[in-house]
């Protein structure tokens, strides 16, 4: 668990009381490879921590898989509308490989911000960064050439090509498989 403590280090100072307390009300939880950890339509009800493996979010749209986003190592993941509104979910979230995860409900969440007011201080930044991230990412997503975009994505998550398959990456760009190989060869 001490990866969980690093990455809310990160962000905050965290007392050790407030990390046991953390650790009371989660679970550790494993993931097999394509195993579907939220389905569209099921509100998400859970944050998780993503020690080890990866994970991604996508859709089915016109009978296609799509790929919104890959999550890797020592990230938070979650069906972020789902999740913060307490509303069913959009997308799928699907281990890519074999994922040990933390996890904490919501309702649990809710009782450490209201019991240790610094994580909510945790919270906000963490969200913060998140959304500027999106941000930058999907703004000049729509205007950019298949090769920009891919430049753009490694420039947001440089590891992205050691957690994610060709294809889900090239998904998550809305490129074919073929463009982003000529691309990367290049």
Known sequence: ??????????YIDLKEDTFQHILSLSNEVIFEKGEQILNIGKTCKHLYFLKEGSVRSFI??????????????????TSWGSYILQNPSNEYLE????CKVVSISYDNWQLLFKEHPEL?????????QELAII????????FLSAKEK????????PNI????????????????????????ST
């Not at 909510?120 to 913060?128: A, D, I, N, Q, V």
């Not at 891919?150 to 998550?157: G, N």
Request: glycine share 8%.
């Open 150 to 157: 891919y430049e753009l994505l490694i420039s947001v998550y």
């Open 60 to 77: 089915y749209q016109k009978g296609k898989d799509i790929t919104h986003w890959v999550y890797g190592p020592n990230s938070l993941f």
């Open 1 to 10: 668990m001490q990866e969980l403590a690093d990455y809310i280090k990160g």
């Open 120 to 128: 909510e201080r945790f919270g906000r930044l963490m969200m913060e």
């Open 95 to 98: 281990a890519i490989d074999v």
């Open 135 to 142: 941000d930058e990412f999907y703004k000049g997503y729509y």
């Open 161 to 184: 090509t050691q957690i994610a398959n060709l294809g889900h990456i090239a998904s998550m760009l809305g490129i074919s498989q073929e463009t982003l190989s000529r691309i990367r």
